[in-house]
C-alpha cells in the first residue's frame, strides 16, 4: 500500500486506492480515461477524474461518503451502452463502475423472483434459469452487453415490452447508495401494494440521479407454452402503421409488434444477420404472439387478415424455432447495422399513440428532406415507441449539428400529437431541453424539488434529465410560436 501511495500526487486517488479492494481498483492516467469519457451517445465527450471499481455495496458507500464530504462530484455507471449521455461525466466526476459487481445472488423459482447487482448483464438472467422454463422478460435490444442496473435507471424497454411492460414492471425491490452514503432497501419482494410512497416507481428511470441501485430483486416469468412468428412486408408505410392499429383494435395483444422501414432493412441486410428482406418494400412488420398453444394459429390467421386487408405484399410464418431466432437476430441488430450504411446515425426515441403513427412517419420523412439527411426507422410499432436513425457524415462541415436538429424535431413531432420524449433511452444531455416539450415550467421544478429530497447538494450525476436556466425561456418560446 505504501509503494502504491508514492505513485500518486493526487490525495484523493490514493485515498479511492485506500477505500477499495480487488485489482487495479483505480484509472487516473489519461490514457486509460479515454475510455470512458462518453457512453453509447458519443457526440459529447468529456473526460472524469477518475474511474474506481468497487465489488460490494459497502465499498460503494465509502467512495460516495469520500466524494460528499470532499465535495467531489461523481456517477454511476454500468455497461455504458446507454444513448442518451447519462454516463457521460459532463462535470469531471468520479465515475464509480458497477461492472465489478455482476453477480447473480439468489434464484427463488417458487416465489419467482431473482436478486442481482447491477453490473449482471441482462441476457445472462434468462440464460440462467431458461432450462428450468422461466426467463426474464425486459429484452432491450443491447441485451447481450447490457446490465440489469443500467436497465433500472433508464427503466429500459425491449421489444416484447407491448405485452409484457417496461424495466418498472419487474423490479421488485432494491438496495440503494444515497448520494451521502447511506444505505436503503426500497421495497419488499412479493408485496405488490407496500404502504408509502412508490419509491420503486420512482427511483427507476431517474438515470441515476437520486441514488446508486447495488442489489435488485427481480421478477421472473414462466415461458409460455408456444410462440408463432410472423414477418409481414408492405409496399406503402402507411398500409403497414394501419396495420398495426387494427391487430391491436382486434383485441390481439402480441408479445411484439416490430416495424422496420426500407433505409432500415438495407442497414440489417447489410449487416451481420441478413434474411432477404424485400428491398423494394417500404416497411416491414415482425408480428409475435405467444400464450397457450390452443387457439394461437387462429390468432395468426385473425393478424393475416388484418394484413391482407393492408394490402400486404408478402407474409410469411416462421416454420422452426431456428428461423424465428434468425429473424429475431436480424431485429435485435438494427441500431448497430446502420453503422454499415453509414458513418455515423443519432438514435432517437420518441413515443406516439398508435393511430397517430401515419402521419408522424410522414412527417419523419419531410424532416428527412428539409435537412438533407436520410432518417431509418425502426421501433416498437405495437406500442408507439419509435426510434428515428438520423443517418449522417461527422466529417462534413455542419451535419452534426444538422442531425441533431433534425432529431430534436422528430421529438417535436411526438410531441405534438400527445406523445412524448422517450421510452426507454431516457433524456440524459441529449434531450434535457426538449423536456420544455412535455412539460410545463411548474413541471419542471416539481421533479427539481423531488431530486432536492435525494442529491440536494447536485453531486450524483449533475447537469442530466432537466434543461439549463438558460434555455427554458426560449424553447417556451419557440413552442408558442
Known sequence: MIGRKRE?????????????SGHNPVLYKKEDLLAYD??????????????????????????????????LPFLARGAGTGLSGGAIPINGEVIISLVRMKRLLEVDLKNRRAIVEPGYVNIKLTQFIEDKGYYYAPDPSSQYCCTIGGNVAENAGGAHCLKYGVTTNHILGMEVVLPNGDIVEIGKAGILDEPGYDLLGLMTGSEGTLGIVTKITVRILKHPEAKQTVLAYFDKVSDASHTVSDIISEGIVPAALEMMDRIAMEGVEAAAFPIGHLLDAEAVLLIEVDGISAGMDQQIERILTVCRKHHVREVKVATSEEERMKWWANRKTGFGAMGAISPDYLVQDGVIPRTKLPVVLSTIQKISETYGLRIANIFHAGDGNLHPLVLFDATVEGETERALQAGSECLRACAAV????????????????????????????????????????NLLNGGKLFPSPSRCVEIKQSLNK
Not at 426 to 452: D, S
Open 418 to 457: 400527445g406523445g412524448t420524449i422517450t421510452g426507454e433511452h431516457g433524456i440524459g444531455i441529449e434531450k434535457k431541453e426538449e423536456m420544455r416539450f412535455v412539460f410545463t415550467e411548474e413541471e419542471i421544478n416539481a421533479q427539481l424539488e423531488i431530486r432536492q429530497v435525494f442529491n440536494p447538494r
Open 8 to 20: 500518486h500526487e493526487d490525495p484523493h486517488i490514493r485515498s479511492f486506492h485506500e477505500l477499495l
Open 38 to 71: 462518453c457512453d453509447g451517445f458519443t457526440i459529447h465527450k468529456h473526460l472524469p477524474k477518475a474511474v474506481v471499481f468497487p465489488e460490494n455495496t459497502k465499498e460503494v458507500a465509502s467512495i460516495v461518503r469520500y466524494c460528499h464530504d470532499h465535495n
